[in-house]
């Protein structure tokens, strides 16, 4: 052979391997059959059937750093790799996977384990009515089901299909359905084998790239088994038993305030019993929590340095994309914090009817 | 001319570096039993040649034959029957001299390791290394490594040797024994091809001659051939006044004055010394004169002697 | 060819010299780690640190973590690239090649050693890691505490925890082939060994510095670096094998692809050292 010939055969190998990986998103897509009716329906339907896969969320969104929100903030600004086993909405264990380890958490009815492998430590929980995000609500099943609340069929239209996690997915793209509503549109895409939702990504207003995605890699409808769904903690392990959650839950239980029924024309939720709030559903929802001053001021440094920030005497308010966050009062005060996809009018609107409708309660210890 | 086989032929064989000629068209023909000098100023191409010789560089263009198969076609077969010693000798500088020789032998074929110890023992004894004790070879002088080299050279008894300046860093005792050794090599049927940019050793080593100059063989013969006589009589004698006086009487007797003496043409030697002896001149030394190498090297060559080491220039 | 070249390693005494200082880090970890009792805080730090204070016999496995993203590729880097060029600058490679050593076979040789040399010195991380971790850490399996938990807070037990530390060490073995075909192909091409080490170098540099970047996701599954880490899968539960896997064809990719290009530069190369 000669040097040009060695030099060929060495090119086309390479070439070869490079095309290899993206073979699989070339194939074609099939054609849906069915209408977005049915599709919205699968959709939904996702949530209380099982699987479990890998699946990735990314965020762009650069949420304030305050301690008490730290999972939060990593999971609407980063990048986070996920491990999910579903059986049903009160079964599932969902891994946080790390470089160096992981953090798991793992419901099992009403009891949450998370287990965190650089702590060496299990905490046991019981499941609140209000808490912050956690992965778990992120994957795109539930992401999707939490989204399409109040979604109806005149909100959607057919997207093309795409091939998604090795089977071809049929699109939609969602309207809000509320003029309050900050999140510009919302396409996901429901595989065709599957009948899971494969990819969501979230829009705000104006923006080419969506500020949120969530994606399965790969998926499985077998139902995962016991051995992966229960959690024993190892003799070695620091078991603990939280009262709280997380400081949503603390607030919920413990604040001696109860929220106004409306704010900025929203309803209060039906699971909103204690001093948190959650107004509106699906795409336009606004969650208010009540923060002692100690944590409001922290939070209210934080968000003082984040760029786009508005601050004055009766509230500091940031949009990041779809999600405004706004926290009631000035320094040394505590407050009302406000977050959700609201738009920024809608957002203030909710803040002032929030801190000015409150009503305290008798300390229920 | 020899009708023995030849050992190393080559036709037409070039090679380009870039826009740069290295070698041109050079056609060698090295035969059985050859002691061949091939003789060229320092970037002439000589080990461009030699190198292609073994399949180390690849040619441009042409053809070559060594042991009557083609290379680099058939090196794997040719080579095993070949020593070489190109541009210096080399080896581990954290081994021994015998454990460089037994890796190098272990690392091709044909190196039974059954005969192994004896054969690097044999060649350690030919190169005169055979005292040599476990020292490193970082610790070697330069002499020592060109023995090592050769010993290398030598390990499987080769048909041919391919010798690139093999007398570099020796004294002047090495470099004798050295020389001993390759003609005693050659007396067994060693075929010899001995690269080199010094006239003399050449001269005093070789059967065969070819020389490269800017890329092309200029010249390629029997030494024989090339040394043959002049036609002139050297005449030795402390009376070379006397002796004019006698020749100049002869018709057709050409006298030219030499170092020591007189040089004649015209009359054969046996007919010049007695003439030159009946008149009474005292003659110390009388032969037929035969042409120096240097002088057709330098006849053939466009570059001139000057770029072709002496004797003398060795360190 | 493959024993002559394993001899002339071995009896190196630079190649036991790296090995040594390769093994200085985590001893040096080890001995820091039972002094101070003080463990890497959460999200930073090699994978395993934080949980080689309870359990010495993991230490292994940090020790992996820690030489496995530089020290090791830079061994590797250094001997590979050291291969053709080295021979080339001692005079050495011309003697091989007229003995004759057919090309391919010398470059399959080379390979090889270079292998055999990744393959002794993760040999010795991990003995030496076990000996250290254990002396100076403690052993879980003998104490009070039980099994080893896995990373995913299920007990492990001995045999489990051996076999997957086994995988872990034969997965890192296979990283390095990557590298060390990359430094082998610029070994051909380079004038000196350094040359060679030092692109290869630059390769795991740039590689790694992209993983960061997310301007260049698309160019990220092709990296060479990408799932180095990956044996850290191995001790999740259940065994997450994706991006091993991935891990082991990308490798195997760069294999194919850099020894190819260097049996296409060396073959067809004027040797000229």
């Not at chain 1, 760029?307 to 009631?328: A, K």
């Not at chain 2, 091709?108 to 030919?126: F, K, V, Y």
Request: some cysteine; aromatic content about 4%; glycine content about 10%.
């Amino acid at each position: 052979m000669t040097r040009l010939g060695r030099w060929c055969a060495v090119a086309v190998a390479a070439s070869l391997l490079v095309v290899a990986p993206l073979v699989g998103r070339w194939l074609p897509a099939g054609s849906a059959d069915a209408g977005p009716e049915e599709l919205l329906a699968t959709a939904r339907a996702a949530v209380d059937r099982p699987w479990s896969g890998s699946a990735e969320t990314e965020g762009t969104l650069q949420l304030p750093d305050a301690d008490r929100f730290g999972t939060v903030t990593a999971l609407f600004g980063e990048r986070t790799d996920l491990r999910v086993w579903w059986r049903d909405r009160e079964h599932w264990r969902v891994d946080r996977l790390l470089l160096t380890g992981e953090t798991d958490q793992v419901r099992d009815g009403d009891t949450t384990v998370e287990w965190s492998y650089e702590r060496g430590e299990a905490s046991y929980s019981r499941e609140p009515d209000l808490r912050l995000p956690r992965p778990a609500d992120l994957v795109p099943p539930v992401l999707t089901e939490r989204l399409l609340r109040g979604v109806g069929p005149a909100d959607v239209t057919v997207l093309p299909s795409r091939r998604l996690a090795g089977e071809s997915a049929a699109g939609l793209r969602v309207r809000p359905p509320s003029p309050l509503s900050s999140i510009d549109h919302v396409d996901l895409w429901v595989g065709e084998d599957s009948d899971l939702p494969l990819l969501v990504e979230v829009y705000a207003d104006g923006e080419a790239r969506p500020s949120f995605t969530s994606r399965f890699s790969d998926v499985s409808t077998e139902p995962p088994g016991d051995d992966v769904l229960d959690f024993e903690p190892t003799p070695s392990t620091d078991v603990e038993r939280d009262d709280v959650l997380d400081i949503a839950d603390a607030a919920n239980q413990y604040a001696p305030v109860r929220p106004p029924a409306t704010a900025a024309g929203l309803a209060l939720g039906p699971a909103s019993d204690g001093a948190v709030g959650v107004y509106g559903e699906g795409t336009a929802q606004v969650i208010a929590i009540p923060l002692r001053d100690r944590e409001a001021g922290a939070l209210r440094e934080q968000m003082a340095i984040t760029p786009g920030v508005e601050q004055d005497s009766e509230r500091t308010v940031v949009t990041l994309g779809p999600l405004g966050v706004l926290l009631t009062g000035a320094d040394g005060d505590g407050g009302w914090l406000l977050a959700g996809t609201l738009t920024r009018d809608a957002l203030e609107q909710a803040g002032r009817d929030v801190s000015t409708g409150f009503v305290f309660v008798e300390d229920r210890r | 001319m020899s009708s023995s086989a030849s050992v190393i032929r080559t036709d037409g064989l070039t090679k380009k570096f870039g826009r740069v000629t290295a070698v041109d068209a050079v056609g060698l023909d090295v035969r059985e039993g050859d002691v061949y000098g091939f003789l060229g100023a320092n970037g002439s191409g000589k080990t461009t040649t030699v190198r292609m010789l073994l399949g180390l560089v690849l040619a441009t263009s042409g053809s070559i034959e060594v042991l009557g198969e083609p290379m680099p076609a058939s090196g794997r077969d040719v080579l095993t029957r070949v020593g070489a010693l190109v541009e210096g000798p080399a080896a581990y500088p954290h081994l021994s001299g015998r454990a460089n020789l037994a890796l190098l032998d272990s690392a091709g074929p044909d190196g039974p390791r059954r005969t192994r110890d004896r054969r690097i023992e044999e060649s350690l004894e030919r190169v005169g290394l055979a005292q040599v004790d476990r020292r490193p070879v970082r610790a070697y002088s330069l002499g020592m490594r060109q023995r090592l080299g050769l010993a290398g050279a030598l390990l499987r008894r080769p048909r041919l040797l391919v010798l690139d300046e093999p007398t570099n860093g020796l004294d002047p005792q090495g470099i004798n024994e050295i020389r001993r050794l390759l003609l005693e090599l050659n007396r067994e049927g060693t075929t010899v091809f001995l690269s080199s940019h010094l006239l003399g050793e050449i001269e005093q080593l070789c059967t065969r001659v070819g020389v490269l100059d800017g890329g092309r063989l200029v010249l390629q013969d029997e030494m024989d051939a090339l040394r043959g006589p002049t036609g002139r009589t050297e005449v030795r004698t402390p009376d070379p006044a006397r002796a004019r006086e006698v020749l100049a009487s002869i018709t057709d007797v050409d006298v030219e004055p030499a170092d020591d003496g007189l040089l004649v043409r015209g009359l054969d030697p046996a007919d010049l010394n007695d003439r030159l002896v009946s008149a009474g001149v005292r003659v110390s030394g009388l032969a037929p004169e035969r042409r120096r190498l240097e002088d057709v090297v330098l006849a053939a060559t466009t570059s001139g002697t000057d770029r072709f080491g002496r004797e003398g220039e060795r360190p | 060819m493959i024993r002559a070249e394993l001899t002339k390693l071995l009896r190196n005494r630079r190649t036991w010299g790296t090995i040594a200082i390769i093994n200085a880090l985590p001893t040096l970890v080890a001995v820091l780690l039972a002094i101070t009792d003080l463990g890497p805080r959460p999200g930073t730090g090699p994978a395993f640190l934080a949980a080689v204070l309870t359990d010495g016999t993991l230490f292994p496995l940090a020790a992996l973590a820690m030489v496995l993203p530089l020290f090791l590729p830079i061994a590797v880097a250094l001997t590979a690239g050291e291969a053709i060029a080295g021979e080339a600058q001692q005079g050495t490679l011309r003697y091989l090649l007229v003995r004759p050593v057919g090309r391919t076979r010398l470059l399959v040789a080379k390979l090889v050693a270079v292998m055999a040399f990744v393959v002794v010195t993760v040999l010795v991380v991990a003995v030496v890691a076990y000996v250290v971790g254990v002396a100076l850490l403690g052993d879980q399996t003998v104490t009070v505490t039980g099994p080893t938990t896995s990373v995913s807070g299920t007990p492990m037990s001995t045999p489990e925890l051996v076999g997957r530390t086994a995988l872990a060490f034969g997965y890192a073995m296979l990283c390095m082939l990557g590298v060390a075909a990359v430094a082998l192909f610029l070994s051909t091409l380079a004038r000196t060994p350094l040359g060679a080490a030092m692109g290869a170098m630059t390769l795991l540099v740039a590689s790694t510095l992209l993983l960061t970047l997310d301007a260049a996701q698309a160019l990220h599954p092709y990296l060479l670096t990408r799932h180095w880490l990956a044996f850290v899968d191995l001790f999740r539960d259940p065994i997450r094998w994706d991006d091993v896997v991935r891990g082991v064809l990308v490798q195997g990719a760069y294999v194919v692809v850099f020894l190819g290009a260097a049996w296409a530069s060396f073959t067809t190369k004027d040797i000229t050292d």
